[in-house]
Every structure is written in C-alpha cells, then in structure tokens.
T-cell receptor, first 116, second 111 residues
Framework: DAGVTQSPTHLIKTRGQQVTLRCSPKSGHDTVSWYQQALGQGPQFIFQYYEEEERQRGNFPDRFSGHQFPNYSSELNVNALLLGDSALYLC???????????????FGPGTRLTVL | GENVEQHPSTLSVQEGDSAVIKCTYSDSASNYFPWYKQELGKRPQLIIDIRSNVGEKKDQRIAVTLNKTAKHFSLHITETQPEDSAVYFCAAFEWGYALNFGKGTSLLVTP
C-alpha cells in the first residue's frame, strides 16, 4: 500500500518565478491538504481539496493556488515567488472531507523549496 | 481561528526518564487532537491522537490526556529511549476545518 508521495523532493527557484508541486494521496484517501513548514516551525495550513474543489483555506495569499484531479492527486502552485516562500511543503491525505469519522491525516515526505 | 500553544520548546531528559509536553488551544469547538513526531529531514508521523469525548488514551509508552474545560492536552512519554529524540507537534482540529499545529518541542533523550 503506497503512502502519500510528493514530487519533486527538492526545488530551487528565483524570486518572481512560479512553481508547481505535486502530491498523490495514500490509497483509499480522497482528501488532500497542503501545509507550509518553515524551518523550526510547525506546519501551517494552506488549503484543502475534496471532490476537486478547494474546501478550506488558511491565511495564505492568492499567489498560492491548487488543483485536485479526478484520481485525487493534487497540485500546489505558487506564483511570483518570494524569498519568504522558502520552506518544506507538505501534503497530507485523509479519507473524506475534514470532519468526517476519520480525521487522521497522513503526511507525504515533503518538497523542499528554496527561493534565491 | 484556532490558536495552539505548545510548551516547552526544547526538552532534554535522561534515558529512562519521562517526558511531558503540554499544549493549549483556544477554540472550544476543536474536537480532535493528534500528536506528530518529526525526525530531522523526515515527514511528520502520527503517533497518537485523542478525540474530545475521551479524557485519556494510552499506547504502550505514550499517553495523551485532554482537559476540555481547561482547553489543554498533554503528551506523556515514559521510559524514554534515545530513538524518541525528535520534534513533537501537537495539533487541534475543528470539524470542517484543518489541523492547527503548535510550534513544536525538540526532545533530546541522552543515554
């Protein structure tokens, strides 16, 4: 049973560029949440996708956008990159919309984004 | 929105001793409280969780307690081992929303 997978593992971009990160949820999961984890901090919620729609959103600007595909995989897009966007981007999958019987979220290995 | 405070930020214990990490939350609507362990360079791993209708849960050397009235919950690790060394995160979750994490506790278990 494959767990949550993410690609790429590492990425280096320059300010102003755009980036796309990818996530495949754990088998049997249909909900994907994205988090940003700055060095030495806890993960910060970006947004959550269920049934191909953004269901919840944290306090992140519109430069952060996403998408969910029919196979439940998801993408995170960040436009106009800033130095402060450098972080570990984690996706987590769960079964059902947040708040269902099973709230457990399982994290992927993350994508380390460095903005120069 | 939910605000989760976690203490201490660092904790050093001798192997075999107990470790306790405490968290408080602000939103009384939060109903699910997981704990994650994150080793250096790795993903957060769920180690134990508790729901708001339960006061205590135990899994071998790890236990979590929840006080809904005071809005705080704690992680207890007994008989600590060097492999318990990691960063531990608490989180609070409200139905229909997403996990709000504390800032983490760096636990060091020395032999």
């Amino acid at each position: 049973d494959a767990g949550v997978t993410q690609s790429p593992t590492h990425l280096i971009k320059t300010r102003g560029q755009q980036v796309t990160l990818r996530c495949s949820p754990k088998s049997g999961h249909d909900t994907v949440s994205w988090y940003q984890q700055a060095l030495g901090q806890g993960p910060q919620f970006i947004f959550q996708y269920y049934e191909e729609e953004e269901r919840q959103r944290g306090n992140f600007p519109d430069r952060f956008s996403g998408h969910q595909f029919p196979n439940y995989s998801s993408e995170l897009n960040v436009n106009a990159l800033l130095l402060g966007d450098s972080a570990l981007y984690l996706c987590a999958s769960s079964r059902g919309l947040a708040g269902g019987r099973r709230n457990e979220q399982f994290f992927g290995p993350g994508t380390r984004l460095t903005v120069l | 929105g939910e605000n989760v405070e976690q203490h201490p930020s660092t904790l050093s214990v001798q192997e075999g001793d107990s470790a306790v990490i405490k968290c408080t939350y602000s939103d009384s609507a939060s109903n699910y409280f997981p704990w994650y362990k994150q080793e250096l360079g790795k993903r957060p791993q769920l180690i134990i969780d508790i729901r708001s209708n339960v006061g205590e849960k135990k899994d071998q050397r790890i236990a979590v307690t929840l006080n809904k009235t005071a809005k705080h919950f704690s992680l207890h690790i007994t008989e600590t081992q060097p492999e318990d060394s990691a960063v531990y995160f608490c989180a609070a979750f409200e139905w229909g929303y997403a996990l709000n994490f504390g800032k983490g506790t760096s636990l060091l278990v020395t032999p």
